[in-house]
């Protein structure tokens, strides 16, 4: 079984729907970080976690550590078209070394 | 104004071929990385670097090498290619900070096919 689990693989939305992607692991997550990676393309760096109960926003994504720093999910408010892509959770779960492990990855959809 | 560049983008060859990817940041970060994903997107950290020394080195043939000239290079050399190395490498680099590491700036990512 992954070290960090993600659920959905996938998702499709209609435009301007809510979505929320989860990122979970039975480990402490020291960082947990938010990518988005378009087909063809490298990883966009999106949002880092690392306290317990911390939430960062850019724009209409949220990001949100629980407090035991084993879960974190990705909201995205009225989705849009541009929001498509891969989103994958990335989290180090060795206590600080800079080795991530990456969660399986999910696939957004968004209809126009 | 590219922060991680790799070359190639796309790399096709013949299986038992010798080949390289180059990797270059210029973020003045301290630390690279590369990474594997596979054809079901999965992404794997292989290696990474530290002010050129070697940290992290993962369950990887020994047909792969890494070698890191100067902070800003980490290049990728794989010996005797085989049919599943067939993935997207990607490079990536971060700078070390007081609270420990830090976000990972990726790549576009080096396609290698091996027929």
């Known amino acids: 079984s992954q070290e960090l689990e993600q659920s959905p693989q996938s998702l499709i939305v209609q435009e301007g729907k809510n979505l929320t992607i989860n990122c979970t692991s039975s480990?402490?997550?020291?960082?947990l970080y938010w990518y988005k990676q378009k087909y063809g393309e490298g990883l966009i760096f999106l949002m880092m976690l690392q306290k317990g109960g911390e939430e960062k926003s850019h724009e209409k994504i949220t990001a949100k550590l629980d407090e035991k720093k084993q879960q974190s999910s990705l909201h995205i408010t009225a989705s849009q078209p541009s929001h498509a892509g891969i989103y994958l959770c990335g989290a180090d779960l060795s206590g600080n070394t800079g080795k991530l492990i990456f969660g399986q990855g999910t696939t957004l959809q968004v209809k126009p | 104004d590219t922060a991680v560049s790799q070359t190639p983008k796309y790399l096709v060859t013949q299986m038992g071929n010798d080949k390289s990817i180059k990797c270059e940041q210029n973020?003045?970060?301290?630390?690279m990385y590369w990474y594997k994903q596979d054809s079901k997107k999965f992404l794997k950290i292989m290696f990474s670097?530290?002010?050129?020394?070697?940290?992290i080195n993962e369950t990887v043939p020994n047909r792969f090498s890494p070698k890191s000239p100067d902070k800003a290079h980490l290049n990728l050399h794989i010996n005797s290619l085989e049919l599943g190395d067939s993935a997207v490498y990607f490079c990536?680099?971060?700078?070390?900070?007081?609270?420990?590491?830090?976000?990972?700036?990726f790549g576009p990512g080096t396609r290698l096919t091996v027929l």
């Open positions: 670097y530290n002010n050129k020394e070697l940290i």
């Open positions: 480990k402490t997550l020291y960082g």
């Open positions: 990536a680099s971060s700078q070390t900070g007081t609270s420990g590491f830090n976000e990972q700036f």
């Open positions: 973020l003045g970060h301290d630390t």
